[in-house]
């Protein structure tokens, strides 16, 4: 700490600190979540201060990482807050310091293909409609825009769409606009208007200063990143939850969590991850099994393993293989073991990268962060080669082997492709176990609370919801009666606690006319949908988005009724306005009505609400699927490995790592569980609407089993998304 106080007084940064300390100091007192991340995990001040969790010298880390002096630019504090509360961290900064010394950095936002076609198509004078079509037959990242493609549904001329071809990839990468940066700060001591162009932002009661963050660091202005965290929101709501039980004993709190909980292991290893911080992707999960996490620093390298830079630096299988005693741990000398000890010889974080020049090739602690940040960004500007002269030629004076520099130095050009930082992966698994704590202990509390911070995370309600019911947690429907805004607890003469469905869950529902509902019902529960209209005074809207989500099932019988009911009613006319109120009774009127078949109500239910708690749709086409050998995704892992198969399922993910080589990963979800579909170029190459746009997917191909993780090839993509007819279903797509 000595060295690092000495070199903050010489730099002068002192006042930087404590500036993060006071804002820290205010989102506490406030009981907001918060936790720093990044590089400056490295610092011990930071630890001391409070900023960050992670005890630097029980993790090994690299201060040089987080500041130097040959650096010659202002450390970097990155701060996760709670995402619903940050706002409140925000606007505290601004009353303290006001508005004429500080704001937020600007972001220079750039052409991709569709916002490109939509500026093009209207300059040339297309109709929306064609721009939109056009939109579509791009994949979801804007990437593969060609003119040549057949694009269904559109009447073009080839020349008018070779123009729109040809003016797109030249606006693709341009500046198109200035937003507001995530949370970057810029405090100044006078006022900032004295240094750099500031404008009033879009938003209420925030300023924004017209540079990107490159020009201010270009600058040596000093910026507080002030960052939203959608799980941090969960974990403070879940912890609520869990002391609100009226069985709860000691109050449970973030540092009472127990610490390498042997069942939250057990938990994670066997992939049971969905909705936990960080290792709920695809990719996780599938290396979760072959890992096999069983202490916090386990989960620091699970957490940047499953990374670009590890995967293209060709690190993940030589330590997978060392891991599981498949092969043997050999360091080329004692300052590489003391570097590469915790990650069995094999170079996983960009602070062993630097380690690794500092020990093996003689560079400075300042030189090692000059090369971090150029093989950062070579693959864009250059400017790795100096650095590759000196590595090598300092490990060849020091008796290293041109193997080995040779490896060393491929590994460091596959950082280019993002690898992590020890500290930021360190700060990420503090947050990683204690989200699989949460779920582990308390499944109930941790998903309600997922889902009343929704949006957020990597699976929709419908797939928190099939997961934790999964798991034993029952799950009840909406009820005017019963819910309120948010999901909810219920405890009634149960031994574990049951989810209410929330409010919030009703599309098309108003926050206000929710609050109404639950205002009134205060004085009773509703008899009737005449009795909830008169006495919430919900409008017409709200009235048909209740009857839409079966909400109104406890008066109404059905949704078909209930659409019936809220429809009867006609509101009062200005002069009976003040007249008593309607008896809380129905008349009964005699109109049959036909009652919703499952399919119908299951249909119904997604477009409403976007998950059922009714069955799968798949397992209502379970049978017709059988007569035609698909089949379901709990009975693949028994399968022998390359056998051809069939399988559907309802689309929840795609993915395409720019990484991948153009391979698409898409995450399918039947009545039984989830199926990892990997689509090869070629295959996509044949099917692009189909992998792009299907809701319900059919896939043929073979069946891959290893470690426990199945995957399923494709060969054959078909779109069975007519099937599901009007329902509703929207995928979460990821680069």
Same mark, same amino acid.
């Given at each position: ?21 006071? &804002?820290? !100091? ?13 590089? @400056? ?96 037959? *791009? ?19 080839? %020349? ?25 700060? !810029? ?18 009661? =925030? ?9 201010? %660091?270009? #600058? ?7 960052? @939203? ?27 009472? &969590? ?64 060392? =891991? ?19 990650? #069995? ?25 000059q090369l971090r940040r150029a093989m950062a960004a070579w ?51 503090? &947050? ?44 009840m429907p909406i009820d005017v009666n019963e819910s309120d ?35 009134? =019902? ?25 009857? @839409? ?35 809380? *009774? ?24 976007g998950l059922t708690l009714r069955r799968h749709p798949l ?30 399922? &309802? ?38 609407? *189909? ?22 090839? @494709? ?21």
């Amino acid at each position: 700490v000595e060295k690092e106080l000495s070199l903050v007084a010489e730099l002068r940064y002192e006042h930087f600190f404590l500036t993060v300390h006071d &804002i820290v !100091v205010f989102a506490r007192s406030r009981h907001i979540l918060c936790q720093g991340r990044g590089s @400056a995990a490295n610092s011990v001040i930071c630890y001391c201060l409070g900023i960050t969790a992670v005890d630097p010298a029980r993790m090994q880390l690299l201060f040089e990482r987080f500041l130097s002096k040959e650096r010659d630019e202002p450390p970097d504090i990155d701060v996760d807050f709670e995402h619903e509360r940050r706002e409140e961290v925000i606007q505290y900064i601004y009353s303290k310091y006001g508005r004429h010394r500080a704001a937020l950095a600007a972001t220079v936002i750039c052409y991709r293909a569709r916002s490109a076609i939509r500026d093009v198509a209207g300059a040339l004078g297309i109709s929306a409609e064609d721009a939109a079509v056009l939109g579509k037959s *791009v994949d979801w990242h804007g990437r593969d825009f060609d003119a040549t493609r057949q694009v269904p549904d559109l009447a073009m001329a080839p %020349e008018r769409l070779t123009q729109l071809h040809t003016l797109v990839q030249a606006l693709m990468g341009f500046p198109r606009h200035l937003s507001q940066h995530v949370g970057g700060f !810029v405090i100044s001591q006078g006022p900032l208007s004295e240094l750099v162009p500031v404008e009033n932002a879009a938003m209420a009661d =925030r300023t924004v200063i017209q540079w990107e963050k490159d020009d201010l %660091e270009a #600058l040596g202005l000093l910026k507080v990143d002030v960052l @939203a965290l959608g799980m941090l929101t969960t974990i403070r709501k879940a912890i609520d939850l869990v002391n609100s039980a009226p069985t709860a004993a000691a109050p449970l709190a973030l540092d009472s &969590i127990p610490v390498e909980d042997s069942r939250v292991y057990d938990m994670i290893c066997a992939a049971d991850t969905v909705g936990v911080f960080q290792i709920e992707s695809r990719a996780q999960m599938s290396m979760l099994p072959r890992l096999r996490p069983r202490n916090y620093y386990d989960l620091v390298i699970q957490i940047a393993i499953v990374r670009p830079g590890p995967i293209q630096g060709n690190m993940v299988h030589p330590y997978l293989a060392r =891991r599981s005693g498949k092969e043997a741990v050999v360091y080329p000398s004692e300052q590489v073991r003391d570097v590469l000890a915790r990650t #069995l010889g094999v170079p996983i974080f960009q602070e062993q990268v630097m380690k690794i020049a500092i020990v093996a090739a003689g560079f400075s602690g300042g030189e090692a962060d000059q090369l971090r940040r150029a093989m950062a960004a070579w693959k864009k500007k250059g400017g790795l080669e100096p650095f590759q002269e000196k590595l090598i030629s300092g490990m060849r004076e020091r008796g290293y082997s041109e193997q080995f520099s040779a490896q060393i130095y491929s590994q460091i050009k596959g950082f280019a492709d993002y690898g992590f930082p020890e500290s930021h992966s360190a700060s990420f698994a503090l &947050i990683a176990y204690v989200s699989s704590w949460l779920k582990c202990h308390h499944p109930a509390a941790f998903t309600c609370a997922l889902l009343n911070s929704q949006p957020m995370g990597f699976y929709a309600p419908a797939q928190l919801v099939q997961d934790v019911s999964a798991h034993g947690v029952s799950v009840m429907p909406i009820d005017v009666n019963e819910s309120d805004w948010d999901c909810t607890l219920i405890y009634e003469g149960q031994v574990a606690p049951a989810i209410r469905l929330g409010l919030r869950q009703v599309k098309g529902l108003s926050r206000a006319g929710a609050q109404r509902l639950c205002e009134a =019902r205060y004085a009773g529960p509703y008899r009737c949908v005449q009795s909830l209209v008169e006495r919430s005074g919900i409008n017409a809207r709200d009235r048909e988005s209740l009857a @839409a989500a079966d909400a109104l099932r406890p008066l109404s019988q059905d949704r078909y009724r209930a659409f019936w009911d809220v429809a009867g009613y006609e509101d009062k006319l200005p002069l009976f306005a003040g007249g008593q109120d309607w008896p809380d *009774v129905t008349v009964e009127l005699p109109i049959m009505l036909p009652k919703p078949s499952e399919a119908q109500n299951i249909m119904a239910d997604y477009n409403s609400t976007g998950l059922t708690l009714r069955r799968h749709p798949l397992a209502l086409l379970r049978e017709h699927l059988r007569a035609y050998h698909v089949l379901p995704a709990q009975e693949l892992a028994a399968l022998k490995d390359g056998l051809g198969i069939k399988v559907a399922g &309802i689309v929840t993910s795609r993915q395409r790592p720019q990484t991948a080589s153009g391979v698409t990963f898409i995450t399918l979800e039947d009545e039984s569980g989830f199926l990892n579909v990997v689509v090869w170029p070629t295959v996509a190459a044949r099917a692009p609407l *189909v992998v792009r746009e299907a809701s319900l997917l059919g896939v043929s191909g073979r069946v891959q089993i290893s470690e426990g993780v199945v995957h399923i090839i @494709a060969h054959t993509l078909v779109d069975l998304s007519h099937w599901l007819s009007d329902m509703t279903l929207r995928s979460r797509d990821f680069r």
